[in-house]
């Protein structure tokens, strides 16, 4: 039986502020337990929020992002549960009015196709601290440093059809997020967290089916994962006569299953009000304006452009500008060789291999896009042949001189295209290889052109590599069919 | 030197009359010998007020001492004070010493004022008698068969006997206004966000408001135009400057047009409180005043709002205190629920249990909109009832509390106490400013005019309470207690 996935998002992104988002308290990862936690993010007596205007404009740049309704006026409120690294017993967020209202988000699959995915809505809210299960003794330990984080909890509509959607989705979030700068994105660290709601029904016209919602799923592979083992679940459960049950599940990637935490019964009641400690955020037009002036070109705008005036494949368009900092390296690569096709070959393969290999970041790339595009260039104009190019761009990773250019003297790489030379080079092969050239002129006529390739072959050694393949192809040809 | 107003004791320092360490050490001398029976203060900080004492002499020599200087003053136990422990009244908070000062705090001691200690109050400022501390009731001086009226019971009692100038307290539903009326002292609540809120440990947060509690309205203008003011740290802390409260206080009152809110006069008005407030209208009419009959139709439901929003608020507000970081902790919790239960179980006392329950309940799914939704609605109305009847008078007057003080223990069901407040909540759920002043006396005990003002009207609110202490000198009273046992 046909079974449809229904899926939808509520996505986590740790905004990149400075501090906290309501005290002044520093926001950076990976610091001592409990150094980065004043007194209000402790929650003592007496102290009170105060918004962090910063948080308040990234989230708007994102809703501008995602072209949604920003609200003219948001409010924060409290949602009321006891837990140990929740100091003030309440966590304060935007339930009623939040923020940012539906928007939409397109995501490119895997074939190239592109769907909307309709966003709710996003809200600001503070993260809580931590709870530390080992070596206490039996006993728990609290790191309030990660208390007041803000976080953009972005809510999708439940839009997406299948795991490989839903990671798609998510990837566009990533994108828009660090495109903007207002998140580092990094899902190790926890920068962003994502919950899944997935439900599954017989066919798209029935009613939405019972979702589970999946806690905490911390990358893209779990993502997908986890809803693999989901969705085989509820249907498995269906299938034997049962039903789903609504519940909060969470998804355990070292056995790759999804479990129950608890069911919507032992679920708490949160007892959301208005936080009479903080104004409402009132935002108008000059500053939605401002803000929106101040947005950087977007994923999907550039991957229009790069297929529509660079002429890039849907395919490399889109892996290109998935990522800001590989899109701008790409560009500045083209703005010096001028050729977006080379530019895209070489920055998604020679480069993204070597940085794979040694994990390193495209920010980090010990080949500056000046250096990558002037071999580029070489190549274009005929300076080198691709063999020798590789050759180069080893030696530029490696720090052995400044520019293509030093290195192709230096290694007197630069290609050999004078007729006389390679003639030359030519009639001193043909002379040392008696037997082969015996062997071709015997040859049947179309078995000669695969012999060729042994002439060509020492040539170019006798090059080292430097000459002209073309012009060697056809003066070989020549001088060997002139000995017939 | 106790029979002096604030404003004469800074006239007094000032010409040097006697120094800010003999004045400060006179008080401690009447707190160690009266204190025992009124019971208002919980700490006193002897020896750190002698020493800001000295400093402020040694300003005062320099040339470098502002006109508040070396008063000594008290500060409700709500008020964060770094290096003092901070208890609001609580078993809760006992050991709880803060590492920051209030704003208010702050301001004062940049003033260079000297802070005696940490007054008694409800705990957590639940309460409209001071029988709910954890350290034990206060006794009015009028009477210490009388309960001083709370939740700032302990400032109210201890400017009353003589035992500190002035003192600061706090007012979410007439925690400074009705203790001042049983004491027989001058009583300010500011408009919500004239003052700082920030290190005020908080009860309901849209309701309260710090003020000052003093001999009289100009002792009080003195005060506001210190603590008053925009604060950083209190986001609802309003940004609009202050006025000189001092300089307007003898604006002439000829024309002032007064309005009595019928419904401040109805049942359960104590005759000889209505005379006394009556009375008092009588004198601005004489200084010049118009007096007409105003309606603020819904003020009975007031009390009913405030019981679901207060409570709302307080049962999130008191979340905090869970035995994890700070306060009372139980003894070897066997795990978390049971270091929640027991902690919160032996830390709070009977009515801020009950307070947090009633508020628990009225915001959980399927009460929320019947009662907490509803409650914000009709706030709004009654706020509308004090805009629409500033629009045809200046001030409104009636009294402050139905009665005068009660005695203590009368009161032991809760909503008869909640009813104690039925002229003073409405004024903290409009969010607009109100003074109570001494206006007489009911078999002894102090009877409190109050004076409402629309939103920011501090300053006009000084003035009608200072022409009136101009005019008459019950506020100039003193209880026998003040000479017979300090």
Redesign the interface.
């Known amino acids: 039986m046909q079974w449809e996935t229904v899926i939808g998002l509520e996505v986590h992104v740790q905004l990149a502020t400075r501090s906290k988002i309501f005290s002044g308290a520093s926001t950076a990862f990976g610091a001592e337990p409990n150094t980065q936690a004043c007194?209000v993010d402790?929650?003592?007596?007496?102290?009170?929020?105060?918004?962090n205007e910063q948080a308040v404009a990234m989230a708007v740049q994102f809703g501008l992002a995602v072209h949604a309704d920003i609200a003219e006026v948001s409010v924060f409120d409290?949602k009321?549960y006891?837990y140990?690294d929740l100091?003030?017993?309440?966590q304060t967020s935007q339930m009623y009015h939040p923020i940012v209202g539906p928007g939409e988000v397109e995501i490119t699959l895997e074939d190239g196709s592109t769907k909307r995915i309709r966003i709710h809505h996003a809200h600001l809210e503070e993260d809580a601290g931590k709870s530390l299960h080992e070596d206490f003794h039996g006993m728990?330990g609290?790191d309030l440093n990660r208390a007041g984080t803000p976080l953009l909890e972005i809510v999708s509509e439940p839009d997406m059809r299948s795991s490989k959607e839903a990671a798609a989705y998510l990837k566009a979030i990533h994108s828009i997020v660090t495109y903007l700068g207002i998140s580092d994105g990094n899902m190790a660290e926890g920068s962003m967290r994502c919950d899944v709601n997935v439900s599954v029904r017989r066919t798209s016209q029935d009613p939405l089916g019972t979702r589970a919602e999946i806690k905490n799923v911390n990358s893209f592979r779990f993502v997908e994962r986890a809803i693999a083992f989901e969705v085989e679940r509820q249907i498995e459960l269906i299938e034997d006569g049962g039903s789903v049950v609504q519940e909060t599940r969470l998804f355990d990637p070292d056995r790759d299953e999804t479990r129950s935490m608890r069911t919507k019964e032992e679920a708490n009641?949160y007892?959301?009000?208005p936080c009479?400690?903080?104004?409402p955020v009132v935002l108008d037009q000059a500053y939605l304006d401002h803000l929106r002036g101040q947005l950087p070109e977007l994923p999907a705008d550039k991957r229009e452009r790069f297929q529509n005036e660079l002429g890039l494949s849907a395919y490399d368009a889109n892996v290109i500008s998935a990522s800001r900092d590989m899109a701008e390296f790409f560009e500045a690569v083209h703005s010096v060789c001028g050729d977006a096709k080379q530019s895209a070959n070489w920055v998604q393969g020679e480069l993204s291999g070597a940085l794979n290999r040694e994990n390193l970041s495209i920010a980090n790339s010990p080949i500056s896009a000046r250096q990558l595009g002037e071999l580029i260039s070489r190549v274009l104009d005929d300076t080198i042949n691709g063999k020798a190019a590789k050759e180069v761009f080893q030696a530029l990773w490696n720090g052995q001189g400044e520019s293509a250019d030093e290195v192709i003297d230096a290694k007197g790489l630069k290609q050999v295209t004078d007729t006389g030379a390679i003639e030359a080079m030519i009639d001193q092969v043909i002379a040392d290889s008696p037997a082969q050239v015996a062997q071709y002129r015997d040859s049947e006529p179309e078995k000669r052109g695969k012999m060729i390739g042994y002439f060509v072959g020492q040539v170019m050694k006798a090059s080292r590599g430097t000459a002209n393949p073309q012009q060697v192809n056809g003066l070989l040809k020549e001088k060997l069919d002139a000995l017939l | 030197m106790y029979e002096k107003t604030l404003t004469q004791l800074a006239a007094a320092l000032k010409s040097g009359e006697f120094s800010s360490r003999e004045l400060t050490a006179h008080y401690l001398q009447r707190i160690e010998k009266a204190d025992g029976k009124l019971n208002s203060f919980i700490s006193v900080t002897a020896e750190q007020a002698l020493k800001q004492a000295e400093v402020a002499d040694n300003a005062r020599a320099a040339g470098t001492a502002g006109p508040l200087a070396g008063i000594p003053l008290a500060l409700k136990d709500i008020f964060?004070t770094r290096d003092v422990k901070?208890s609001?009244g609580s078993k809760m908070?006992d050991n709880?010493i803060?590492?920051?000062n209030?704003t208010v705090v702050e301001k004062l001691n940049a003033a260079g004022t000297i802070s005696l200690g940490k007054t008694n109050m409800d705990e957590f400022a639940m309460g409209s008698s001071n029988e709910n501390s954890y350290y034990g009731p206060v006794k009015n001086p009028w009477d210490l068969a009388a309960v001083p009226g709370g939740s700032s019971g302990g400032s109210a009692a201890a400017v009353a006997a003589g035992l500190v100038p002035a003192a600061m307290g706090t007012d979410t539903g007439g925690s400074i206004r009705q203790p001042a009326a049983f004491c027989g002292i001058t009583g300010l609540k500011p408009t919500y966000g004239r003052v700082s809120?920030?290190?005020?440990?908080?009860y309901?947060?849209?309701l309260d408001q710090a003020g000052p509690m003093a001999r009289s309205a100009e002792d009080c203008a003195h005060l506001l135009g210190v603590i008053a003011g925009h604060d950083?740290?209190?986001?609802?802390s309003v940004t609009r400057g202050v006025p000189d409260y001092v300089e307007s206080l003898n604006a002439p009152l000829s024309g002032l047009k007064i309005g009595l809110p019928k419904e401040y006069f109805g049942d359960g008005l104590d005759p000889d409180v209505e005379k006394a407030v009556r009375e008092a209208v009588k004198v601005y009419e004489s200084l010049g005043a118009t007096v007409r009959e105003v309606s603020l139709p819904h003020t009975h439901y007031a009390i009913p709002a405030y019981y679901v929003i207060a409570p709302?608020?307080a049962?999130?507000n008191l979340?905090?205190y869970?035995g994890?970081?700070?306060g009372h902790r139980c003894e070897n919790p066997t795990d978390?629920t049971d270091l929640?239960l027991r902690s919160r179980a032996e830390g709070f006392g009977e009515e801020v249990k009950r307070r947090i329950l009633i508020g628990?309940h009225t915001?959980?799914?399927g009460f929320?909109d019947a009662y907490?939704t509803k409650a914000q609605k009709v706030r709004r109305l009654i706020r509308q009832d004090f805009l629409d009847a500033f629009e045809d008078v200046d001030v409104l007057m009636g009294p402050a509390s139905p009665t005068p003080a009660f005695d203590l223990g009368a009161k032991k069901d809760p909503v008869s106490m909640y009813l104690q407040d039925i002229y003073t909540i409405a004024v903290n759920l409009a969010g607009i400013p109100g003074i109570s002043v001494p206006a007489g006396f009911s078999n002894g005990r102090p009877v409190g005019l109050q004076i409402l003002g629309t939103h920011f009207a501090e300053a006009q609110l000084l003035n009608v309470a200072h022409q009136f202490q101009q005019a008459t000198d019950w506020h100039l009273q003193r209880p026998a207690f003040a000479e017979e046992y300090a």
Do not use: M, Q
């Open positions: 007194a402790l929650g003592l007596p007496g102290v009170l929020p105060v918004l409290r009321n006891f140990p100091p003030k017993g309440y728990t609290i009641d007892r959301y009000f009479p400690d903080l104004l | 964060c901070t609001c908070l709880f803060a590492p920051y209030a809120r920030f290190g005020i440990i908080a309901a947060s849209s950083g740290r209190d986001s609802t709302a608020e049962s999130s979340s905090r869970d994890v970081r700070f978390l929640y628990t915001l959980s799914e929320f907490y």
